[in-house]
């Protein structure tokens, strides 16, 4: 079955700590993948999906087809990143995405 | 930029009355997107729909409908509501199988 797994509900990290948000999934093609963000009192907006290969706010993920991850990495976190976090998974030649259940991130001053 | 519209932020009925969401973009998007969002659960897909008039089930269609009779708008109607529906309702459109654009999200609490 296709699903996306986050494990952690709250990551809390001090301001200026590497952050790391889990995500695996479980698919058998080759995944289109997605990291939304939703701020306090904002809506659900895209972070950044893996084919395009930015980095945005000083995020990264890297697919990793061997392991099925797609974690969110960030050096150097910062207090305005406190938010929550969905990964998804885009299965190919379809408009079912399956979102993971949200990590709660929470950068402590 | 991308609009996506809900027609309300709170909602609060009661149990059994007939409950209508609505949902506008203008961006000319084909597909639309009906979630609910509850903590622990995540973002669970109800319904889509890829055209005017087509609509396809999600994960949880059970005791909702949707209605697409024109391209920007996607409507769904809670037949008798309940209150498990308690929820936060979002919707989405997207060009293809492209990033999804969300709307602000309707609280709603049945009673």
């Known amino acids: 079955a296709q699903r996306v797994t986050q494990p952690e509900k709250l990551l809390s990290v001090f301001k200026g700590a590497p952050v790391e948000l889990k995500c695996n999934y479980s698919?058998?093609?080759?995944?289109?993948l997605f990291w939304y963000v939703q701020y306090s009192r904002q809506r659900l907006q895209l972070l950044l999906r893996?084919?395009s290969r930015e980095s945005i706010k000083g995020f990264t993920a890297d697919l990793n087809k061997g392991e099925t991850s797609f974690h969110l990495k960030k050096p150097f976190a910062q207090e305005e990143d406190s938010a929550m976090y969905y990964c998804a998974l885009n299965p190919l030649g379809t408009y079912k995405y399956i979102f993971g259940t949200g990590t709660r991130l929470k950068v402590l001053a | 930029d991308v609009k996506v519209t809900q027609s309300s932020r709170y909602l609060v009925k009661r149990t059994g009355e007939k409950v209508f969401l609505e949902c506008v973009q203008d961006m000319d998007h084909e597909n639309m997107f009906w979630y609910r969002q509850d903590p622990g659960l995540g973002l669970r897909l109800i319904y889509f729909s890829y055209d005017v008039k087509m609509k396809e089930k999600g994960d949880i269609p059970e005791g909702y409908s949707v209605s697409r009779e024109k391209k920007e708008r996607f409507s769904l109607i809670l037949e008798s509501a309940s209150t498990n529906q308690t929820s936060m309702y979002l919707c989405a459109s997207t060009r293809g199988a492209d990033t999804q654009y969300f709307g602000p999200g309707t609280r709603l609490t049945v009673l």
């Open positions: 893996h084919i």
């Open positions: 698919y058998s093609g080759s995944p289109e």
